[in-house]
C-alpha cells in the first residue's frame, strides 16, 4: 500500500520558517521524483517545486530563493524548507511523487500552512 504522508503544516507570522516533510512507504522511493503543490482556497491547485530522482530541482517564480526543495533517500523523504513566508504563501501543501518512467502517480492528503499575523 503506497503512503505519502506530509507533516510540519501550521500557523506562521509573515517572515517566518516552517519545514514540511513527506514521508513516503510502498514504492521504490529512488525511482521517482517528488513535488510539492500547493491549493490556495477558491483557486487552482499549482506545482510549486519538483525534485527529479536524480535531484534536479525546480521552482515556481513566486517562491524562487525563499523555498527550498531536498530529499533523503535512506529516509523515503522529501522536504520543503520555507522561508521568508508571505500571507500570500497560505495553501494547503501536498506532497506528490511521479514515476521516472511509468505514468504513475501518488499524493499526499496535504498539510494547512497558514502565514497570518
Known amino acids: 500500500q503506497v503512503q505519502l504522508v506530509e507533516s510540519g503544516g501550521g500557523l506562521v507570522q509573515p517572515g517566518g520558517s516552517l519545514r514540511l516533510s513527506c514521508a513516503a512507504s510502498?514504492?521504490?522511493?529512488?525511482?521517482?521524483?517528488m513535488a510539492w503543490y500547493r491549493q490556495a482556497p477558491g483557486k487552482q491547485r499549482e506545482l510549486v517545486t519538483t525534485?527529479?530522482?536524480?535531484?534536479?530541482?525546480n521552482y515556481a517564480d513566486s517562491v524562487k530563493g525563499r523555498f527550498t526543495i531536498s530529499r533523503d533517500n535512506a529516509k523515503n523523504t522529501v522536504y520543503l524548507q520555507m522561508n521568508s513566508l508571505k500571507p500570500e504563501d497560505t495553501a494547503v501543501y501536498y506532497c506528490?511523487?511521479?514515476?521516472?518512467?511509468?505514468?504513475?502517480?501518488?499524493w499526499g492528503q496535504g498539510t494547512q500552512v497558514t502565514v497570518s499575523s
Open positions: 525534485i527529479t530522482s536524480s535531484g534536479t530541482t
Open positions: 510502498g514504492i521504490s522511493f529512488r525511482r521517482y521524483a
Open positions: 506528490n511523487a511521479e514515476h521516472d518512467l511509468l505514468n504513475i502517480d501518488y
